[in-house]
């Protein structure tokens, strides 16, 4: 019996593995953005959501009026585009995507709290985009 349980494990990691190496990547919203520094891992401002925000693919969060959002990036737009932020949503409001950064317009929030102005322009890439 301790035999034939290797097969069943090994093909559920095979297919585990199969499943997460099938994202989606999608389109690009801008070819460069903002940070706190060169790897975009620290948090540029806090704001407060100013309205609800459905997010139409895998690329953006959810985010409901008054949530807190930690704000890690800016998308700098190009001429015609709109303007979108990276961040991560903490509260009681759609807890399964607390910790997951996602994009969201910019006009749907307000920046309360800057914690740098001193900000680097890095170029996106196909990551940035990418869906799981």
């Known amino acids: 019996m301790k035999g034939s349980m290797k097969y069943p494990v090994v093909i559920l990691l095979l297919v585990?593995?199969?499943?997460?190496?099938?994202?989606?990547r999608m389109d690009k919203l801008?070819?460069?953005?903002?940070?706190?520094?060169?790897?975009?891992?620290?948090?540029?401002?806090?704001?407060?959501?100013?309205d609800d925000f459905i997010a139409p693919d895998c690329r953006f969060i959810n985010i409901k009026k008054g949530q807190m959002v930690y704000v890690y990036s800016k998308l700098v737009p190009e001429e015609g585009a709109g303007v979108f932020w990276s961040g991560s949503v903490y509260s009681?409001?759609?807890?399964?995507?607390?910790?997951?950064?996602?994009?969201f317009?910019?006009?749907v929030v307000k920046e309360m709290l800057k914690f740098t102005e001193d900000a680097v322009t890095i170029p996106t890439a196909e990551m940035d985009f990418f869906c799981d």
């Open 16 to 24: 585990g593995l199969h499943q997460t190496s099938a994202g989606v």
């Open 30 to 50: 801008a070819d460069s953005k903002m940070c706190g520094d060169a790897e975009c891992s620290y948090v540029l401002s806090v704001a407060t959501a100013l």
């Open 92 to 103: 009681d409001h759609y807890v399964d995507q607390m910790g997951i950064i996602g994009y």
């Open 105 to 107: 317009p910019a006009s």
